[in-house]
């Protein structure tokens, strides 16, 4: 088994600031995402790295960078809050590009 | 690209009687179907799956369908508990080789199972 870790659990940032969020995984899985889930609309992808030092872009980059530092860590900076912006963002892992996702427990940000 | 559509946002059973939610998506291509569970103040937490060369999967009471022709695919939870309350997510992923495995998530399924 394994874990998928993300810091902060809570983040409140002010409008304009640049946020980073972070993701560490000890199952030794080669493919990362960052997913954001906002009430009424599912997840959508941000960005996914198949190995490290990869990066691909979802459906959802505008407005974000990531990064993939070494295989076990994730991390994905929102480069500039939005005021009233509110959600959970998820990172996942899976073995393979072709495997089964497992999700960490989320980062709740809120932008006042 | 890929659409998925959930088709049931709530839904009520009694303990003890079966759920069932049904999920429909747009791309042919599409090959992997997972389904999550997130209880209250929790993330997702994968249940069961399904790929394209089988149309019928159980894992103990979750049994998941899926008809290729109609595009749709379903979750069905048999002598459901209280613990079963959750919100579902179903998801789609095509064959996209190098690119990875790229889900398309439906908005969610309350369900709730009362005793």
């Known amino acids: 088994g394994g874990i998928i870790t993300q810091t902060p659990k809570f983040l409140i940032g002010q409008e304009g600031q640049k946020l980073t969020l972070k993701c560490q995984q000890n199952f030794n899985h080669d493919t990362m995402y960052w997913y954001r889930q906002d009430s009424g609309k599912g997840l959508r992808l941000i960005y996914y790295?198949?190995?490290?030092?990869?990066?691909q872009k979802g459906d959802l980059s505008e407005g974000y960078d990531a990064s993939r530092e070494k295989k076990s860590s994730f991390s994905l900076t929102v480069t500039s809050a939005q005021k009233n912006e509110m959600a959970v963002f998820l990172c996942?892992?899976?073995?393979?590009?072709?495997?089964?996702?497992?999700f960490g427990p989320g980062t709740r940000l809120l932008v006042l | 690209g890929e659409k998925v559509e959930q088709h049931e946002s709530t839904l009520s059973v009694r303990e003890g009687d079966s759920a069932v939610i049904n999920c429909t998506y747009t791309?042919?291509?599409?090959?992997?179907f997972p389904w999550y569970k997130q209880e209250a103040g929790k993330s997702l937490h994968f249940v069961i799956d399904i790929r394209s060369n089988v149309d019928r999967k159980q894992s103990q009471r979750l049994i998941v369908l899926l008809d290729k022709k109609a595009k749709r695919f379903s979750l069905h939870i048999t002598a459901t508990q209280p613990e079963d309350s959750a919100i579902y997510f179903c998801a789609a992923s095509g064959d996209y080789g190098s690119s990875g495995n790229k889900l398309i998530f439906g908005i969610g399924t309350l369900l709730s199972v009362k005793p």
């Open positions: 790295s198949i190995t490290e030092n990869d990066l």
């Open positions: 791309d042919t291509a599409s090959s992997y």
């Open positions: 996942a892992s899976s073995r393979s590009n072709q495997d089964t996702q497992y």
